[in-house]
């Protein structure tokens, strides 16, 4: 973010602007290889499935949308921003940090692959719904932008997946290939982040504390999925499964996000939305780290360390 800053305001930034389709690309193609679609037919607790389902896509939205409106009103493209980080749930650290914190981690991967794909179908029709009239969204422009940047690369994922263990084998890509595609999509965030805040710079530098004051915000709306999910969790499920329903339902998919952004609503009013995303991921990340550190507190020990 610093970088993109500072590189935005020492040079004319816009020819960035043909960097977006391929970072974005090579932020979700990585990704999609490793995500595990045969889980979902291993069976496993619906009923959290349902109640993480209905946490991401009947609560989490809403509570996006109403945060969003208080602070954001005059300001429609944040506020987008904000939404868009509500509406597009888990991503693959859902499933790094439930394994941290000694979570059920089918149940991880199985929420990670039905909220990327309800998500990714419901985002326009929530976005049209709840700030249309607000903003003008692209309905199947942005149907379209979805399929190229979710859809096509999930496809692409599952057969370059097909293809690497009939080559090399499922026990060299388990052991060695499939730890390579996340340092790609990193890369990819990373090169999105850039784009954006370079192409920002200038009105940040002129408004910084408008900048930090989406901070607030953003932190409320995490505070508040926690606490809900937290409960949720310690009053209906195992310790597993309450570990698995937090992360499944705290985490959002913020590279998706990224890419909706910028490649549906274009270079300018994609990096002012991109920009709030982008904060997200500091306050994503620390929170998990952190939860997992409590986690015990909340719900006890594993039973094999409880023993």
């Given at each position: 973010m610093i970088v993109g800053i500072l590189f935005g305001l020492a040079t004319d930034p816009s020819g960035l602007k043909d960097l977006i389709v391929p970072l974005t690309f090579l932020m979700v193609y990585p990704m999609m290889i490793n995500l595990q679609f045969g889980k979902l037919v291993a069976g496993g607790n619906w009923k959290l499935q349902g109640v993480a389902q209905f946490i991401n896509f009947g609560v989490v939205p809403f509570l996006a949308y109403g945060i969003g409106w208080l602070f954001f009103r005059d300001q429609p493209l944040i506020w987008l921003g904000l939404l868009l980080t509500g509406l597009l749930p888990t991503s693959g650290?859902?499933?790094?940090?439930?394994?941290?914190?000694?979570?059920?981690?089918?149940?991880?991967?199985?929420?990670?692959?039905?909220?990327?794909?309800?998500?990714?179908?419901?985002?326009?029709?929530?976005?049209?719904?709840?700030?249309?009239?607000?903003?003008?969204?692209?309905?199947?422009?942005?149907?379209?932008?979805?399929?190229?940047?979710?859809?096509?690369?999930?496809?692409?994922?599952?057969?370059t997946k097909k293809v690497l263990i009939s080559t090399v084998g499922k026990q060299k890509y388990e052991g060695n290939l499939k730890k390579k595609f996340p340092v790609f999509s990193t890369l990819g965030v990373l090169g999105i982040v850039f784009v954006a805040m370079a192409l920002k710079a200038k009105a940040i530098v002129a408004s910084p504390l408008v900048f930090l004051g989406y901070f607030g915000p953003l932190v409320l709306i995490y505070l508040i999925n926690?606490?809900?999910?937290?409960?949720?969790?310690?009053?209906?499920?195992?310790?597993?499964?309450?570990?698995?329903?937090?992360?499944?339902?705290?985490?959002?998919?913020?590279?998706?996000?990224?890419?909706?952004?910028?490649?549906?609503?274009?270079?300018?009013?994609?990096?002012?939305?991109?920009?709030?995303?982008?904060?997200?991921?500091?306050?994503?990340?620390?929170?998990?780290?952190?939860?997992?550190?409590?986690?015990?507190?909340?719900?006890?020990?594993?039973?094999?360390?409880?023993?």
């Open positions: 650290m859902t499933i790094s940090w439930t394994g941290f914190a000694k979570g059920n981690l089918t149940a991880a991967i199985q929420m990670t692959v039905i909220g990327l794909i309800l998500g990714s179908l419901a985002t326009p029709l929530y976005a049209q719904a709840l700030l249309g009239r607000a903003i003008e969204i692209p309905l199947m422009e942005t149907f379209k932008q979805i399929a190229i940047v979710v859809f096509l690369p999930m496809i692409l994922g599952l057969v926690f606490v809900l999910s937290t409960v949720v969790g310690k009053v209906w499920f195992s310790r597993e499964d309450a570990i698995a329903l937090v992360y499944g339902t705290v985490m959002r998919n913020l590279s998706i996000a990224l890419a909706i952004a910028m490649t549906v609503f274009g270079a300018k009013a994609g990096a002012e939305i991109a920009l709030i995303i982008s904060m997200s991921y500091i306050i994503q990340v620390q929170a998990a780290a952190w939860y997992v550190k409590l986690s015990d507190r909340w719900f006890g020990k594993p039973v094999a360390e409880g023993l």
